[in-house]
């Protein structure tokens, strides 16, 4: 197990912030408005999915945006300032908001309907059982990596490296984002991830540019990795058999960055890969280059 106490997380993340010297992605189409969508990840107003919003003319000063009280990435196209906001798994279906904070100090809300999505139920054995029901001093350990992905998750930089995701393995999709996990007939919360099966040691490639912001070996995701592609979007790699990346470091699109393994919390050998927006996992298809 990886403990990591506050001054060597306050490094890690200062050395990821000094060494990213990379770019900002420029955004070009010769129709604005469609060139920010077709850019920007799919919209998909629904519980774990993405709702995005314009904030602005491009002339003007960038906006800052939150919401429930956390920060949104906000984002340049020729279209203007959007606001790309993650919808958490949980939220309930109806009317949201958007706080938003301008240059000049003035503020607005705009307001959002989120609609229904309904995720298929998934049967799953786990033949650890400890896997499935912790003991004691499982727990302890649970409760430690609970606070480092937290942690992790908070990161954001306002450098943006991509907006759009390659697949980062080849292999079988084994399970959709959102599905309800019932665990040995108990039931679990939704899967905040896209599984895809492949043989132990395949290679998993960056999907985008980014900067390595944290590794782990945690209880139930095992030996696992985040990768930050600018303004709080994130990437989560679970279940590895080998890194071969580390914290501070500075990943292209198409670098090996680790190996696919049965680590953790496992059936077989398979990548979960998960992308996160204002500390919420949402679903990975709407990032996908080949996205429509």
């Not at 799919?42 to 009280?69: E, R």
């Not at 020729?78 to 279906?93: C, E, F």
């Amino acid at each position: 197990m990886i403990h990591i106490d506050p001054a060597r997380q306050s490094i890690r993340y200062l050395l990821v912030s000094c060494t990213l010297l990379l770019c900002c992605i420029p955004f070009a189409a010769s129709n604005a408005d469609e060139a920010a969508y077709r850019t920007l990840p799919l919209t998909q107003p629904t519980p774990g999915g993405v709702v995005i919003l314009n904030l602005g003319k491009p002339d003007s000063a960038k906006p800052k945006a939150q919401f429930n009280d956390i920060p949104v990435a906000v984002l340049e196209t020729n279209a203007g300032w959007h606001a790309v906001v993650g919808i958490p798994l949980s939220t309930k279906p109806g009317q949201h908001q958007l706080d938003i904070v301008h240059d000049d100090g003035s503020t607005e809300a705009k307001t959002f309907q989120i609609e229904t999505k309904s995720y298929p139920e998934q049967h799953l054995t786990i033949k650890n059982k400890r896997k499935v029901n912790p003991n004691e001093e499982d727990m302890l350990r649970i409760r430690q990596d609970r606070t480092d992905i937290a942690n992790a998750k908070r990161y954001r930089h306002p450098v943006v490296l991509s907006t759009r995701l390659d697949l980062p393995v080849e292999g079988i999709r084994s399970s959709s984002f959102g599905s309800r996990r019932i665990l040995n007939g108990q039931p679990r919360r939704p899967h905040g991830g896209m599984d895809i099966a492949a043989a132990t040691g395949t290679p998993i490639f960056a999907p985008a540019d980014a900067y390595v912001i944290e590794t782990g070996d945690y209880f139930f995701s095992g030996k696992c990795l985040f990768l930050g592609h600018g303004e709080g979007l994130q990437t989560f790699y679970a279940h590895l058999s080998k890194i071969h990346v580390e914290p501070g470091e500075q990943v292209k699109r198409g670098q090996l960055v680790a190996e696919v393994g049965a680590t953790g919390r496992v059936t077989g050998a398979h990548l979960h890969w998960s992308v996160g927006l204002n500390r919420t996992w949402v679903d990975p298809e709407l990032f996908l280059v080949d996205a429509k």
